[in-house]
């Protein structure tokens, strides 16, 4: 109705104005210039009047953006979209049927010789890890193993104070030493700090590891050096290791991240806690790792809406790192490598079917445009906790002051939430995806990015339902299911799958394949099609194997002093890594 009155208003309008352009045609055909202006200012009137008005916004969830309020669900809408989002989520994915069948195995075959047969007592390897905690954690996992390859004594890992995170922790702060050293005795030899010989400490020689070097290139590269120097430092020691290595190195490696890197008792106490907190306010809840720091964003090369104001503030932070190169941020996006906005994985989460009352746990840094930016994930999601809402300040105290500790409480509740989710797929999605494999298959859930960013930019095309249909179907196969990825895809720490193990005997006492519990719509039919699929869309190279499924990767080193400097191996290969890693 009201509709059918502004159309008769704007044809009344028109009338009368064409009237009155008859009624003065006359006196301005005298006047030839004021003619050609009021013609033109006719013109420009007369179109305002008539063309069609655009949509209305509801004014009043725009206002409730920019103060951070709650609004309701249903005006995540324009009034002529048929896209409504219900409250209600429908069937809950808090575990699958399959995962009881799979469980972690990293024990050394009987071929594995150990510390005391292999140890050369005059070769001394240091590594000098680069990132945050989580890149970190995945340089220490890699040089537990270059030490067994060198036949070294490896001295306890120094953790990057320098850089980006600027923080000053250092290992026997963050993980147990002591445990660290005696759960690898058989393994490795490892000492706390390099002896004195002469009086004297002994000074490493410092040089790099080529990116993705495999046993033999260690050997042949790094092995000489310290045969002539007997100390050699490895430094910005994070993905120096190939993917490409026997079971029982990679059983190694599973050795170290999964049982030897312990946090410390102070760590594990405030994290043991937020998860008990969680606990109480409900039975099941999800963890989201939510990568939306203005530096994040601004190296993503990425666009979010947010006008010059957007392009102005990440400009300027772009400009730190000299040789950053210019990106497309439409062509990023459809390549995936932009990570999801709070909004569109707070949609995501509900087309796989949790409602408004489930619980959030946001591990996060610095939000880019805080509590407006949220607004949205918090109308689907009004539960929403952090760490600084679930403790005092009195007990993050201790933390607060510490990136990597912050994250590492932040790493503590996602490896225990029921469910875990991320906007992206940096370190932490990858170390927590692939922990979570090893310790029972527990519900992981990996944005297909590259297939939600067209289902995202149309989807006030569709209805709710033919969204979360969407939805589903694209998310077969990044959903933390057994067996989601061949042996040997992704990166080792995100698919480790040479420590994985089947319980063929209680599988087949269940008779048939159980159905997958983890999409629960008519998608279950081509199940395999579509991991198939999916599968044959990821890189298989192993050159580019960081950029599978991933934001943030580049051709780029990180570097000290905050530049970026082209990324290439000492073997001449260039290869990509991940800039802005957690």
Same mark, same amino acid.
Request: hydrophobic share 35%; proline share 5%; aromatic share 10%.
């Given at each position: 109705?009201?509709?059918?009155?502004?159309?008769?208003?704007?044809?009344?309008?028109?009338?009368?104005?064409?009237?009155?352009?008859?009624?003065?045609?006359? +006196?301005?055909?005298?006047?030839?210039?004021?003619?050609?202006?009021?013609?033109?200012?006719?013109?420009?009137?007369?179109?305002?009047?008539?063309?069609?008005?655009?949509?209305?916004?509801?004014?009043?969830?725009?206002?409730?953006?920019?103060?951070?309020?709650?609004?309701?669900?249903?005006? #995540?809408?324009?009034?002529?979209?048929?896209?409504?989002?219900?409250?209600?989520?429908?069937?809950?994915?808090?575990?699958?049927?399959?995962?009881?069948?799979?469980?972690?195995?990293?024990?050394?075959?009987?071929?594995?010789?150990?510390?005391? !047969?292999?140890?050369?007592?005059?070769?001394?390897?240091?590594?000098?890890?680069? =990132? =945050?905690?989580?890149?970190?954690?995945?340089?220490?996992?890699?040089?537990?193993?270059?030490? +067994?390859?060198?036949?070294?004594?490896?001295?306890?890992?120094?953790?990057?104070?320098?850089?980006?995170?600027?923080?000053?922790?250092? %290992?026997?702060?963050? %993980?147990?030493?002591?445990? #660290?050293?005696?759960?690898?005795?058989?393994?490795?030899?490892?000492?706390?700090?390099?002896?004195?010989?002469? =009086?004297?400490?002994?000074?490493?020689?410092?040089?790099?590891?080529?990116?993705?070097?495999?046993?033999?290139?260690?050997?042949?590269?790094?092995?000489?050096?310290?045969?002539?120097?007997?100390?050699?430092?490895?430094?910005?020691?994070?993905?120096?290791?190939?993917?490409?290595?026997?079971?029982?190195?990679?059983?190694?490696?599973?050795?170290?991240?999964?049982?030897?890197?312990? *946090?410390?008792?102070?760590? !594990?106490?405030?994290?043991?806690?937020?998860?008990?907190?969680?606990?109480?306010?409900?039975?099941?809840?999800?963890?989201?790792?939510?990568?939306?720091?203005?530096?994040? /964003?601004? *190296?993503?090369?990425?666009?979010?809406?947010?006008?010059?104001?957007?392009?102005? $503030?990440?400009?300027?932070?772009?400009?730190?790192?000299?040789? /950053?190169?210019?990106?497309?941020?439409?062509?990023?996006?459809?390549?995936?490598?932009?990570?999801?906005?709070?909004?569109?994985?707070?949609?995501? &989460?509900?087309?796989?079917? *949790?409602?408004?009352?489930?619980?959030? +746990?946001?591990?996060?840094?610095?939000?880019? =445009?805080?509590?407006?930016?949220?607004?949205? !994930?918090?109308?689907?999601?009004?539960?929403?906790?952090?760490?600084?809402?679930?403790?005092?300040?009195?007990?993050?105290?201790?933390?607060?002051?510490?990136?990597?500790?912050?994250?590492? /409480?932040?790493?503590?509740?996602?490896?225990?939430?029921?469910?875990?989710?991320?906007?992206?797929?940096?370190?932490?999605?990858?170390?927590?995806?692939?922990?979570?494999?090893?310790?029972?298959?527990?519900?992981?859930?990996?944005?297909?990015?590259?297939? &939600?960013?067209?289902?995202?930019?149309?989807?006030?095309?569709?209805?709710? $339902?033919?969204?979360?249909?969407?939805?589903?179907?694209?998310?077969?196969?990044?959903?933390?299911?057994?067996?989601?990825?061949?042996?040997?895809?992704?990166?080792?720490?995100?698919?480790?799958?040479?420590?994985?193990?089947?319980?063929?005997?209680?599988?087949?006492?269940?008779?048939?394949?159980?159905?997958?519990?983890? &999409?629960?719509?008519?998608?279950?039919?081509?199940?395999?099609?579509?991991?198939?699929?999916?599968?044959?869309?990821?890189?298989?190279?192993?050159?580019?194997?960081?950029?599978?499924?991933?934001?943030?990767?580049?051709?780029?080193?990180?570097?000290?002093?905050?530049?970026?400097?082209?990324?290439?191996?000492?073997?001449?290969?260039?290869?990509?890594?991940?800039? *802005?890693?957690?």
């Amino acid at each position: 109705m009201k509709k059918k009155k502004r159309e008769t208003k704007r044809r009344n309008n028109a009338a009368a104005v064409l009237r009155w352009i008859l009624f003065t045609r006359h +006196y301005l055909l005298q006047f030839p210039l004021l003619s050609a202006i009021f013609a033109f200012l006719l013109f420009f009137a007369a179109f305002s009047v008539i063309s069609p008005l655009p949509p209305i916004i509801n004014q009043h969830r725009s206002s409730q953006l920019k103060n951070g309020a709650k609004t309701d669900e249903s005006t #995540f809408s324009t009034e002529t979209s048929p896209f409504r989002v219900p409250r209600s989520g429908g069937r809950r994915l808090w575990n699958s049927m399959q995962s009881k069948f799979y469980y972690g195995c990293s024990n050394a075959s009987d071929s594995f010789q150990t510390a005391d !047969l292999k140890t050369n007592r005059n070769r001394y390897l240091l590594i000098a890890t680069s =990132g =945050g905690l989580n890149q970190q954690r995945t340089g220490i996992t890699d040089g537990v193993v270059a030490a +067994y390859i060198l036949n070294a004594t490896l001295v306890v890992p120094k953790l990057d104070q320098k850089s980006f995170w600027n923080d000053s922790s250092d %290992f026997a702060e963050i %993980f147990d030493v002591d445990w #660290f050293i005696s759960f690898l005795s058989k393994d490795v030899t490892i000492i706390k700090q390099l002896p004195a010989k002469g =009086g004297k400490v002994l000074t490493p020689y410092r040089t790099r590891a080529p990116r993705k070097c495999t046993p033999i290139c260690y050997l042949t590269k790094v092995l000489p050096v310290l045969n002539k120097k007997h100390v050699v430092q490895l430094g910005k020691f994070d993905y120096r290791l190939s993917n490409r290595l026997s079971p029982d190195l990679q059983k190694l490696r599973c050795r170290v991240n999964y049982h030897a890197l312990k *946090f410390t008792d102070s760590i !594990l106490e405030i994290g043991k806690k937020l998860v008990q907190r969680m606990r109480m306010k409900s039975d099941h809840f999800i963890a989201l790792h939510l990568r939306f720091e203005p530096d994040m /964003l601004a *190296f993503s090369g990425c666009y979010f809406g947010g006008g010059g104001k957007e392009r102005m $503030e990440l400009g300027k932070i772009q400009r730190r790192w000299k040789s /950053l190169h210019a990106s497309n941020p439409d062509k990023e996006r459809r390549q995936g490598k932009c990570p999801l906005t709070p909004e569109e994985v707070g949609l995501m &989460l509900r087309a796989l079917g *949790f409602g408004s009352d489930v619980h959030l +746990y946001v591990a996060s840094g610095e939000v880019y =445009g805080g509590e407006a930016t949220l607004a949205p !994930l918090r109308a689907l999601f009004p539960n929403i906790h952090s760490k600084e809402t679930l403790a005092s300040k009195r007990e993050l105290a201790p933390f607060s002051s510490y990136s990597s500790r912050m994250a590492a /409480l932040d790493f503590i509740v996602c490896d225990e939430s029921d469910v875990f989710s991320t906007n992206n797929n940096g370190n932490m999605a990858k170390i927590i995806a692939g922990r979570r494999r090893y310790f029972g298959h527990k519900p992981t859930i990996r944005p297909n990015v590259k297939k &939600l960013y067209k289902l995202f930019t149309s989807r006030h095309n569709k209805t709710w $339902e033919e969204f979360m249909s969407k939805v589903r179907s694209h998310q077969i196969g990044f959903m933390g299911e057994p067996n989601e990825l061949k042996p040997g895809r992704g990166e080792f720490h995100e698919n480790p799958s040479s420590c994985l193990c089947e319980d063929s005997v209680a599988k087949a006492a269940t008779g048939p394949n159980p159905t997958p519990q983890t &999409l629960p719509h008519e998608g279950h039919k081509n199940l395999k099609e579509n991991i198939k699929r999916n599968e044959a869309s990821e890189v298989t190279d192993e050159h580019s194997i960081e950029n599978e499924h991933g934001q943030g990767a580049t051709e780029m080193d990180y570097v000290d002093n905050g530049n970026a400097v082209q990324g290439r191996s000492l073997a001449g290969e260039m290869l990509s890594e991940e800039f *802005f890693s957690d």
